[in-house]
């Protein structure tokens, strides 16, 4: 599949989970707003009918009291007053309770002339008589009615005007407030206050607390009294962000599974771009072990015709130098080879170690001695400081041995090609530990790839140009073998100047 195919099925899937988070995240707002809306509704008809029933509460207790002042009355008289002319009749009636309270009404009506109305009764039938005496109930009918509104009015005007603070129950308040809210489905804890309309504060709650104070609801209490005597009912819910948010437990799921959908997706990418990058390093691999197995082989191939030619004169000369001729290109043959086992060998698990203790000063000098040919042949030196006052430390001759022999090997081939090769092997002690150093005057290498060469199948691009040859392993197995070592292993170079790879190794305890 093409690079450009693989981006454009991720972008794809990207805006797709893009936009199934934010449909998600748009319904989780609409679900806070509608719960939200819903909750101060609630609060606010909870509220309304507390007031509601306060005041229908103060109505009742008084109105009590006043019928008390009813049943008391003592005495109630009744007078009439005629004008001059007759034609006009004015009755007072007068209520006397036993408290000394005293109401009055009167009732003013036309009439005729007294002694012809009296006449006129006295001569009237018994229905007449009967329609009179209704007419007399009904009139005494609307002045009591008048006598208990002008005492109920007289009371709730005196109730009005009594303290906030006298004329509310706050136990009272408190438990029709919370029944209110019950009715209305909200069963979280609250905290109120009561203040007058001028902002004075007089009644907390026992255990109020400012927490949540910022989403205060507010009722008016006493509503049709004057301004200046009606109160504010404030009422505030600590765990009211709480309250919003339980509500979406539900969508919990959603938003993990939708999560771990993302890291799934962004996991494969990664791995198929990581997949599609180690496809194309392994064809440079291939490419590149093919040329390198290639060329001992085609001398190989030669030396032995020309070893079958009889028509080649077969002097002692030309014999040393095919037998040499073909021993090398086995050797060099044999040691790519051996280097593809060593990597798949120690792949997935770690290196047959065989450990014993070794003097590293002196391996060191061993294969320093064995690589000075090849150096020397093009036209370089080694420079060996071996200051290692405490050489010896537990490792595996053989693979460390490979190890330094790798490490030299690159410095050859890439070096410089207007300098001579110049190459640096130190050993030093630190506290526990001993050190060793292999620095070239080569071409060095980028920051950039300076962090990945110990990658498998990784090689430092160098353009166009394929003069070096090679697997992109020995750095990988030289990683692998100084870390199955339990050592470690860092590179420092700069493009232009050189590189140095410097080992550390625990000391024998």
């Known amino acids: 599949m093409k690079k450009s195919t693989i981006i454009f099925l991720g972008v794809i899937m990207g805006l797709s989970f893009a936009s199934l988070l934010l449909l998600q995240m748009r319904y989780i707002e609409e679900i806070i707003s509608t719960r939200r809306e819903h909750f101060e509704e609630s609060v606010s008809r909870s509220l309304y009918e507390t007031a509601h029933q306060l005041e229908l509460s103060e109505a009742k207790r008084y109105l009590e009291q006043g019928s008390e002042a009813l049943n008391g009355i003592a005495t109630a008289t009744d007078s009439v007053f005629v004008s001059t002319d007759s034609s006009v009749i004015q009755r007072t009636h007068q209520v006397t309770a036993k408290d000394g309270s005293v109401f009055t009404s009167r009732e003013t009506t036309a009439s005729t002339n007294l002694s012809d109305k009296y006449f006129t009764k006295k001569m009237a039938g018994n229905s007449d008589r009967q329609r009179s005496l209704q007419e007399i109930m009904a009139m005494r009918y609307a002045t009591e ?4 509104e002008e005492v109920i009015y007289s009371i709730l005007y005196t109730a009005s005007d009594r303290p906030l603070a006298e004329r509310i129950d706050f136990s009272e308040l408190d438990q029709e407030l919370k029944v209110q809210l019950s009715n209305n489905g909200i069963d979280i804890p609250y905290h109120f206050s009561v203040s007058t309309s001028n ?51 539900f969508m919990i799921p959603s938003l993990i599974f939708t999560l771990i959908l993302l890291i799934t997706f962004i996991v494969t990418l990664v791995l198929v771009f990581r997949q599609k990058k180690l496809t194309e390093l392994k064809n440079d691999f291939i490419n590149n072990m093919t040329h390198e197995f290639k060329t001992p082989i085609s001398s190989i191939s030669l030396a032995a015709q020309m070893l079958g030619d009889d028509s080649i004169k077969k002097t002692p000369a030309l014999m040393e130098r095919l037998t040499t001729t073909i021993i090398d290109e086995t050797k060099r043959l044999r040691f790519q080879v051996e280097k593809v086992l060593q990597l798949s060998m120690y792949a997935n698990q770690q290196a047959n170690l065989h450990m014993k203790e070794v003097d590293m000063n002196e391996l060191i000098a061993g294969v320093s001695h064995t690589f000075a040919l090849k150096v020397e042949k093009n036209g370089g030196k080694i420079i060996t400081n071996l200051n290692a006052e405490d050489p010896v430390v537990c490792v595996d001759d053989m693979h460390f041995t490979n190890v330094i022999f790798n490490l030299m090997d690159n410095a050859v081939k890439y070096r410089r090609k207007d300098a001579d090769l110049e190459l640096n092997v130190e050993t030093w002690n630190e506290p526990g530990l001993l050190c060793i150093s292999i620095k070239d ?28 040859k090679g697997f992109g392993l020995g750095l990988a197995y030289v990683h692998k073998i100084v870390k199955d070592h339990k050592g470690t292993i860092v590179a420092e170079s700069e493009p232009g100047i050189g590189t140095k790879f410097i080992i550390k190794l625990k000391m024998n305890e």
């Open 145 to 148: 009615k008048n006598l208990v």
């Open 441 to 468: 005057n080569g071409i060095g290498i980028k920051k950039e790839d300076l962090k990945r060469i110990f990658e498998k199948f990784y090689r430092v691009h160098t353009g166009n140009l394929h003069d070096v």
């Open 199 to 249: 902002g004075q504060n007089i009644y907390q709650c026992a255990d109020y607390e400012s927490t949540g104070s910022e989403n205060t609801f507010t009722e008016t209490l006493f509503k049709n009294d004057p301004v200046q005597r009606s109160g504010i009912l404030k009422v505030h819910f600590p765990a009211f962000s709480k309250y919003v948010w339980r509500s979406l437990w």
